[in-house]
């Protein structure tokens, strides 16, 4: 079954070629063949779900090929749209991609059947709100951040609310009291975060938070010692040195640690040929306001003249 090409069946409906994709797909995940299952994923451009249904079919022409109608009981286009996101969430998972999984869940947040039933949202709001924490920072995780924020429907579940307006404001957060919060909600979710992923959420989600301090950090501070650093952390210096060196690694950060004398510059190295610029900018200005000055005196002794003239 696996290796059959349904999309080069030109008479077949979209629909079923669609449904027959994603049983592949099944399929291959249920055998944990996850190379496989992505392969057989990208047959499908999620472009397709967006397709308006609603217009009329064009009747074919003379000559060309007549598509059968779909049987009765293939799915329609979004309850499609529904479980190839929900196999992609399954993928995604594996991988431990939360980034990923949270977009799987907005894009089923989208659906129209799901925003009009609150018992259907509210569980997928909830974990697109888990995602986006667990995921590391990036451009695209902040756009989805703000733009999750920006959800009326989020003010039905005010604690997640407040979550990720902690995430978005520039202040340290304090794990413990964090943890302290939300423990009985993560460990509620914890069926949703798979089973055996719960610990190791737990623990990213953890890792999340300090890297969050560290950003706020880096912005309010040019240099700071690594003991300091470590105090505001709630960290001991070896691991806040660890967690700081990983983040410079993966570029998410820009910083350098002197470690004989035990300080971080968060101030980027600046290129020779722009301090070079810098320099003659600040002199341009600076001449500018001389001839200005000069100017002015000028100006000034000729009225005083024609003042003592008078």
Known sequence: MQEIAVETFGAMAKTEKIAFILEQVRLCLDRQDYVRAQILSRKISPRVFDADTSKEKKKPKEGDNMVEEPPADIPSLLELKRIYYELMIRYYTHNNDYLE?????????DIPSVKENPEQWIPILRKICW??????HDPMQSSLLNSTLEDKNLSEIQNFRSLLKQLVTMEVIQWTSLWDTYKNDFENEKSMLGGDLGDKAAEDLRQRIIEHNILVVSKYYSRITLKRLAELLCLSIQEAEKHLSEMVVSKALVAKIDRPMGIVCFQTAKDSNAILNSWSMNLEKLLDLVEKSCHQIHKETMVHKAALKI
């Open 101 to 109: 999984i949270c977009r799987c869940y907005k894009a089923i947040y």
């Open 131 to 136: 995602y986006l924490v667990l995921s590391p």
